[in-house]
Each structure stands twice: as structure tokens, then as C-alpha cells.
């Protein structure tokens, strides 16, 4: 079992920047490849980044690709998505989920946390 708490949501205009965190607890977070989803309003809930359990290997849907970063800091159980270039279409609530590895995540991740909204304002 791991718990993840998202975190670093809020409003931003249009071009600008945000950075999530996701702190993991419970069962070894290094032995975890970890990923962020976000879910529109009226929207199904869509992959953005995943990330393997050592860092080595990541992975981006088209639509943030050259923007977000995903990232991992193991020592201290924590998960990050730099978003530059932020665009209105972007808005959404975004979680952190966690699962074996990468493609299990993206094709049915088993841990989820609870969310944080990002709003950009055009």
C-alpha cells in the first residue's frame, strides 16, 4: 500500500508556471513508478506524465510534451511535475498515481491521491 498527497495547485495565467509535488507514504516509494493524471471539468480523467521507479525512463501525453517535466526525488518520497507554458486548456484537477511500472500506470494505475486543482486564466 502507498498513500500519495498531491500538493502546489493554484491559479496562474496563461504562459506561466506551476510546480506539483506528491508525497508517497507506506510500502517503498522507490520501488513504485509513479505518474500524474488530470481530469477537466465534464472531462474524462486523462494521462499527462509517468515517470520509472530510478527516473531513468519517462513519459509525456502529445499535449504536454516540451512543457511539463515529471521528476522524482527518492529520498524523500516525492514525486514533481514542473508545468511551464501553462495554457487555459490545461485547467483541470490533477492527481498522482502510482503503480509497478509505467505502463501499468498509464494503462490502470492501482494508488491514487486525492487531487489539486490548477486553474489558468487566459
Known amino acids: 500500500q502507498v498513500q500519495l498527497v498531491e500538493s502546489g495547485g493554484g491559479l496562474v495565467q496563461a504562459g506561466g508556471s506551476l510546480r506539483l509535488s506528491c508525497a508517497a507514504s507506506?510500502?517503498?516509494?522507490?520501488?513504485?513508478?509513479m505518474g500524474w493524471f488530470r481530469q477537466a471539468p465534464g472531462k474524462e480523467r486523462e494521462f499527462v506524465a509517468a515517470?520509472?521507479?530510478?527516473?531513468?525512463?519517462?513519459y509525456y501525453a502529445d499535449s504536454v510534451k516540451g512543457r511539463f517535466t515529471i521528476s522524482r526525488d527518492n529520498a524523500k518520497n516525492t514525486v514533481y511535475l514542473q508545468m511551464n507554458s501553462l495554457k487555459p486548456e490545461d485547467t483541470a484537477v490533477y492527481y498522482c498515481?502510482?503503480?509497478?511500472?509505467?505502463?501499468?500506470?498509464?494503462?490502470?494505475?492501482?494508488?491514487w491521491g486525492q487531487g489539486t486543482q490548477v486553474t489558468v486564466s487566459s
Open positions: 498515481a502510482a503503480d509497478d511500472t509505467i505502463l501499468a500506470i498509464v494503462v490502470h494505475s492501482n494508488y
Open positions: 507506506g510500502r517503498t516509494f522507490s520501488s513504485y513508478a
Open positions: 515517470i520509472s521507479w530510478s527516473g531513468g525512463s519517462t
